[in-house]
């Protein structure tokens, strides 16, 4: 008699470390991506920035981002709990502004792009504590993060280094 068994366990990713530096390869993709990230958050608080970085990087399982904006977020004058509870933002009621937790919605519905579409309610929640400037600026930064932690999962970006 053959035993046939299937392994049930999920696949582990492979931490054999960085693939590639991405950033030496593609220089002008960087240098473009660098200038897309300072033109998007442009107007936008800087502790609000680092809120939406550290969600998405969050949302995307990008350990060099999350590393990376934690400490921006420390440095803009967060703190550790409301770094720590990013995570339930939902559940820490009275940690996060309605405007923040606004932007942390519409964070989640855009790097869940998956899902199909970005729901109506969760704009117009948005665009209720945003300006049509600051909203602009608040969905390219979201869509900058998102394409920040692509490159960082992909070529698995170690964090705690430049």
């Keep these: 008699m053959t035993n046939h068994t ?13 693939r590639m530096r991405w950033a030496e390869l593609a220089p002008e993709v960087f240098k473009a991506m660098i200038a897309l990230d300072a033109a998007a958050r442009k107007g936008l608080e800087p502790a609000l920035v680092a809120l939406v970085q550290i969600r998405a990087s969050q949302l995307n399982h ?18 550790e709990e409301r770094i720590y509870l990013l995570n339930a933002w ?12 606004a932007a942390l919605a519409l964070t989640e519905a855009v790097t869940h ?10 704009y117009a929640r948005a665009a209720a504590h945003f300006d049509d400037t600051e909203l602009a600026h ?10 920040w932690n692509r490159f960082g999962v992909t070529t698995r970006r170690t964090p705690g280094q430049v």
């Design 138 to 147: 608040l969905i390219a930064t979201i869509t900058t993060i998102n394409a």
């Design 113 to 122: 792009l998956t899902d199909g579409f970005v729901p109506d309610a969760v």
């Design 62 to 79: 990008c350990a060099f981002c999350l590393d990376m904006h934690a400490k921006d977020a420390r440095k803009a004058g967060e703190t």
């Design 90 to 101: 939902e559940e820490a009621t009275g940690y996060y502004t309605e405007k923040e937790q």
């Design 6 to 18: 299937t392994s049930t366990a999920p696949a582990t990713p492979d931490h054999s470390g960085p």
